[in-house]
């Protein structure tokens, strides 16, 4: 059971445009999202996150936007630079289980210059 | 640089012997996870930690036994693991269980 899902292994992207990475999940006690990168060789370094309180959050080139009724999220990269390339994971929380990160399968990020 | 230290980063182990994987941080966080990761998948949680007791066990086989002797520090004990416990074994930490986690570098565990 699949509870959090990223559908696209892989984009690529051109440098200086936006890049958009995709996350639906199924749980509805999900409360709490978060995006996290990975380089290889290096564990994941949190990105952002939101709050089901919200529908956007910005820090710098990184906006998550949520849309609850459709249990989706999606992170914005503008503009994309080439040391964005990277695996992007969603996880989303909540619950009785605060504190578990449910994380999808990841999407292979490829900036181009 | 990442202020969750996991060390070693590499183990290569026979499976009956007895090995440690430690982790560390001084951010004053109160909650400390453990991860496994295989290639290609994404980290699954193994263990959670809130204020040094051991809050979540995602029902994980007794060959490994998490320890958290204080609040910056901790263990994940192995004996008779199997040759499919071969993974990235990855550290995290976070002020409370309520916050954005912080990962370690993992350590990248064999088994002979």
């Known amino acids: 059971d699949q509870q959090v899902k990223q559908n696209s292994p892989s984009l690529s992207v051109q440098e200086g445009r936006i890049s958009i990475l995709n996350c639906d999940y199924t749980?509805?006690?999900?409360?709490?999202f978060l995006w996290y990168k990975k380089y290889p060789a290096e564990g994941p370094t949190f990105l952002i996150s939101i709050s089901s309180i919200k529908d956007k959050n910005e820090d710098g080139r990184f906006t998550v936007f949520l849309n609850k009724s459709a249990k989706h999220l999606s992170l914005h990269i503008v503009p994309s630079q080439p040391g964005d390339s990277a695996v992007y994971f969603c996880a989303g929380a909540g619950g009785t289980s605060y504190g578990k990160l449910t994380f999808g399968q990841g999407t292979i990020l490829t900036v181009h210059p | 640089d990442t202020e969750v230290t996991q060390t070693p980063k590499h183990l290569v182990m026979g499976m009956t012997n007895k090995k440690s994987l430690k982790c560390e941080q001084h951010m004053g966080h109160r909650a400390m996870y453990w991860y496994k990761q295989k290639a290609k998948k994404p980290p699954e949680l193994m263990f959670v930690y809130s204020y040094e007791k051991l809050s979540i066990n995602e029902s994980v086989p007794s060959r490994f036994s998490p320890e958290c002797p204080n609040s910056s520090l901790l263990n994940l004990h192995l004996h008779a693991l199997q040759p499919e416990d071969s993974a990235l074994y990855l550290c995290?930490?976070?002020?409370?269980?309520?916050?954005?986690?912080?990962f370690g570098d993992g350590t990248r565990l064999s088994i002979l």
């Open positions: 995290a930490s976070s002020q409370t269980q309520w916050g954005p986690q912080h």
């Open positions: 749980n509805s006690m999900f409360d709490y």
